[in-house]
């Protein structure tokens, strides 16, 4: 029997040593009754005399066993539950507020978990690297947070020519039109090459990967589906391998289904299509596709660096940008690589955000304890003569301390296990409230890892909300202990210091606290002072499409279905003005962008800074409420005519001419080949990328111009586009049914995508810091609510602790404003030394926010006197209402008790 069983079995083997004892004694009682003829009572006597004391050899059996402390361990936790379960009230209180501040503090870590701390889910995922690069040259590149993309070109040197990589992909998101399957739909598609479903190592679930067939762009065409559009689209149909659908009017077999879960990086897709890329079309640029990588065995990212480094001259020499273009003209931008791991390229600056939010739940924790501090030393308090008496009696210093230890460390354990139900609850509300934008937010859950947190944090909440109690009744002097603690005494300095000092910090920590929140509450205030761009958000109703060319060819029609959808929808009841654009701001897409010239400009040998660009129908601008500061908008004329005329933002303006009205007539082109356009006109300027980033500088051509990057076909129409409309009924349903049939009037076959307003646009841009203002929020409220509490608490302590003090006081004539003030004072003092600690915390831990701020200094000092004011009222408050308890007092009523 191993020694873990025989714990289990312990009370059987106990009556086994009792059964034998007995046996022997009754052996020995007869042998004496035998032997020296005596009546069976003496033979007992004189048999139990022989033998010793049975409970002593029982104890010193058991003690061999090493028992014994188990066993008093156990005693002393039924004794435990036992008190609990008398104390129905301290020991609600005390579990439900450790259930929410550990339930708060679980579900938090789950989402760091899940996000920052787990593992991509690909096999081998810390092999996976993002093909990333710099280019310090290109003036104005800086606008890109994730640097410069991969060109296919690119690519394709890199596959063949690379030492480090064991493979290398590229891909894409895009979007498709899917026809002949119910209504037209618009999916999210990701573009992938040869070598990305080999990097990622994921296999399908039904069917293969691509082939080198499926990447010929004159082989057959196939498509691989998402578990989610398989599940949605197919209804699970696992003969679905083989069938042919309809994608941008193109017929493809579908040959695979990726499994459950399984994400392009951080993309959600619907469907795979091969990128297929012709080797005879390609060119230098553009960087517009997103390359991975996996490492070979033993290969660190500095050596892969140093590996592509070496390619970089090999691509500008095998590739160019047309005839007559020098390919080594990339030089000046200085590309280098800077790979980084994938996870990190996922992951992005998000974590900064999270552990400022862990950091925030985990000082509510603190506050938690504090206060459960107090209410266990109130409790201790009241068993002050029991600990005496045990004291007097022998118990050791150990043994109290255990006692009073082991009782929090209960509650800390019961309180995490509720604690879980809680996280598992506020984790559904962290993921429904949290920014779209998260990164990995499908995968966040509450795991094993999240499970042993909770245990950690209950056990470590346990003894540290139950050292002081233990610290001050186990450790103090026998004499202190045995002293008088009746109460016909007055509560000593020393009774209550610890509570105070515990005050103090949590007002501290309240302060840092609620500082935070007010911070990021003046930035969102900051952030929604500023003027985006555009107006009225809320009556801005937008939506998508897509006109693939296999399904329109002509370049000029495109244009004029489009115009003709513009005109449908202008004419639904309620609408004020239409048009559209490749890109609405904040929409989260990456703007087009490339150099842009100034006629007459001499750049000495550089090249000018890069510009974004959007392209737009006449309309747009009015009906996004985006002003015109000078000259005029597109119209129909100049688009059919071809006319080369162009709109700049002011800022580009101001930074180029000097003002907006010098920009009008100037002349501006992307590359010498290209005609030069005439400034018509300048745009306010848009925040494209978000009200908390700076207006980019921004060029916007016509929806349709002359293609200036290749002869054919001669046109470039805008075929991906966003549909804007002005009414007092976006967002309603029957209006979006309307717009889908006004679409549907003009080409049965396209369909409308990513219906929503300019305000849950403008609102999604946001997300991220909506979602830190409301953690701070709900943390600073619970601070402030715990901080009252515990003031509440002490003052209300200390009036019951002092009845006949205030009855003597009241017997010899002080007023009751007096007895009052009495204890309020103390406690706007405590409050009065926690606020100025407070305030060099705060300080300090509000620099360290700085990158999170918007429009307000980090010292900002509206912040830094609103909330001591705050605190100090509601220290106010929280003392006057126990203080108020001295006007009840009768002073013979208190002269009694004892």
Known sequence: MSWFERIFRRRRLYDELSEEIREH????????????????????????????????????????????????????????????????????????????GIGANTAVFSVINSVLLKALPYPDSNKLIALRLDAPGAGGLASFSSGLAVSPSMYLTFAEHNRTFQSIGLWS?????????????????????????????????????????????????????????????????????????????????IVGVMPRG?????????????LALDRSQLKLAPFCCNG?????????????????????????????????????????????????????????????????????????MLIVCMNITNLLLVRAESRHQEISIRAALGAGRARIAREL????????????????????????????????????????????????????ISLFSGLLFGSLPAWKYAFRRRSALLDGSGRTTSISRERYRARNVLVVTQVAMALVLLVCALLMVRTFAALHNVDPGFADAPHIQTASTWVPDQLIASPEMVTRIENEIVDKLSGIPGVTSAGFAGAVPMDGNQPNWDTLYLKGKDYGGTEPPIRFFNYISPGFFHTMGTRLVAGRDFTWADIYSLRPNVIVSENFARESWGSAQAAIGKQVREFSSMPWQEVIGVAEDVHTLGVDENAPATVYWPAMLKNPYNPQPPIMPSRVVTFAIRTDRAGTAGLLSEMQQAVWSVNANLPL????????????????????????????????????????GVISYAVSQRTREIGIRLALGARKNELRWMFVRPALVLTGIGVVLGLGAAAAVARLMRTLLFGISPLDPVSFVIVPLILILAAALASFLPASRVAAVNPVDALRVE
């Open 753 to 792: 995508a990513s219906m929503q307003t300019m305000q849950e646009i403008y609102g999604k841009s946001l997300a991220r810091t909506s979602f830190t203002l409301v953690m701070l929020g709900i943390a600073a409220a619970m601070v402030l609510a715990l901080g009252i509490v515990g003031i509440y």
């Open 262 to 274: 399984f994400h392009m990086v951080d993309q959600d897709f619907d469907l795979l299509i091969p």
């Open 173 to 253: 998101p895009s979007a498709s039109n899917v026809t002949g399957v119910e209504q037209p739909e618009w999916v999210h598609t990701a573009q992938v090459s040869d070598g990305v479903l080999q990097t990622l190592e994921v296999p399908p679930l039904l069917g293969r990967w691509f082939s080198a067939a499926d990447q010929d762009p004159h082989g057959s065409k196939t498509v691989m589906l998402s578990y989610g559009y398989w599940q949605r689209r197919f209804g699970g149909d696992r003969g679905v391998i083989g069938r042919a659908i309809q994608i941008d009017a193109q017929t493809r077999t």
């Open 405 to 456: 230890l082991l009782e929090s460390v209960v509650l800390g354990l019961i309180g995490g296990v509720l604690g879980v139900g809680v996280a598992a609850a506020a984790l559904r509300l962290l993921v429904s409230i949290g920014p779209a934008n998260l990164p990995r937010l499908s995968e966040i859950s509450l795991d094993a890892r999240s499970v042993v947190f909770t245990f950690a």
């Open 25 to 100: 004694i009754e052996e020995k009682i007869e042998q004496i009754m035998r032997l020296e003829n005596l009546s069976r009572p003496e033979a007992r006597r004189v048999a139990l005399r022989a033998f010793g004391n049975v409970t002593l050899l029982e104890e010193r059996s058991r003690g061999v066993w090493q028992w014994s402390t188990l066993e008093s361990i156990f005693a002393d936790l039924k004794l435990t539950l036992r008190r609990l379960r008398r104390a129905p009230g301290f020991a609600a209180t005390v579990l439900l507020t450790l259930a929410i």
């Open 292 to 364: 991975i990588g996996r490492l070979k065995p033993g290969i660190q990212i500095d050596q892969a660096n140093a590996d592509i480094a070496r390619l970089l001259p090999l691509w500008m020499d095998s590739w160019s940008n047309g005839p007559g273009t020098n390919p080594h003209w990339y030089e000046k931008w200085k590309i280098t690589p800077n790979f980084t791991l994938l996870k990190r390229q996922v992951i992005g600056d998000v974590g900064k955000m999270l552990w400022v939010v862990m950091a925030t739940i985990a000082v509510v």
